[in-house]
């Protein structure tokens, strides 16, 4: 079936530094999502992203969609403590609202 | 600020139990799903709703699992009989018209011994 990973699993970074998550999928996808989910949280929605090589960026958070749409990055610039928690990359093969959720990466931020 | 509800928030079983799990989604989304979450198995999606019908349950249990949606506000997630490894934190998340977003609610964190 469908697999969608994520790399790395854990992230620790000074604050200030930059921070990137990959995200993998074993077949082509119609679109991806991001989330982030905070510890003790709920998956909170960030941005979709739907065509070949998309660029989107959302203040110092930047997000990408492989040529092929099979990969997608999350790229977080100097990190702040309040960028704490758990990335999620979401993959749709089909256009349907059937999303497989990435392994996810949690990422520390030390001050 | 509209906001996915759900209800109870904790829930401590028994092995054998019933356990029914309830979701108020958002007004005016029309899409509902249901997620199980365990740190081996990561965000898993059980089924989803569109304009209160079943599209997919196919990540779901069927001997001891079951959802629906009676009203449009209102969707429910039953385990019967529930089991140690039916323990997790289930999510309820809703989605607007026209959109593939998804609006999680707070979960319902499910323990059965």
């Known amino acids: 079936g469908q697999q969608v990973m994520q790399i790395p699993q854990y992230q620790h970074v000074q604050e200030g530094e930059d921070f990137t998550t990959y995200c993998n999928s074993s077949t082509t996808l119609s679109n991806i999502q991001w989330y982030k989910q905070r510890p003790g949280g709920h998956p909170v929605f960030l941005i979709q992203?739907?065509?070949?090589?998309e660029v989107k960026k959302q203040k110092r958070l930047t997000f990408q969609f492989g040529e092929a749409k099979k990969n997608s990055s999350l790229h977080i610039t100097a990190t702040q403590t309040t960028d704490v928690g758990t990335y999620f990359c979401a993959g749709s093969t089909s256009g349907t609202y059937k999303y497989i959720f990435g392994t996810g990466t949690r990422l520390k931020v030390l001050a | 600020d509209a906001r996915v509800t759900q209800t109870p928030r904790h829930k401590v079983t028994e092995m054998g139990q019933e356990v029914t799990m309830r979701c108020q989604p958002i007004?005016?989304?029309?899409?509902v799903f249901w997620y199980r979450q365990t740190m081996m198995q990561g965000l898993e999606l059980l089924a989803y709703?569109?304009?209160?019908?079943?599209?997919?349950d196919s990540g779901m249990p069927k001997d001891r699992f079951s959802a629906e949606m009676p009203d449009a506000t209102l969707a429910t997630l039953k385990i019967q009989p529930s089991e140690p490894r039916d323990s997790a934190v289930y999510f309820c998340a809703s989605g607007p018209r026209n959109s593939y977003e998804q609006y999680f609610g707070p979960g319902t964190r499910l323990t059965v011994t």
């Open positions: 007004l005016g989304h029309n899409t």
């Open positions: 709703f569109r304009n209160r019908a079943p599209l997919d």
């Open positions: 992203l739907v065509k070949s090589g």
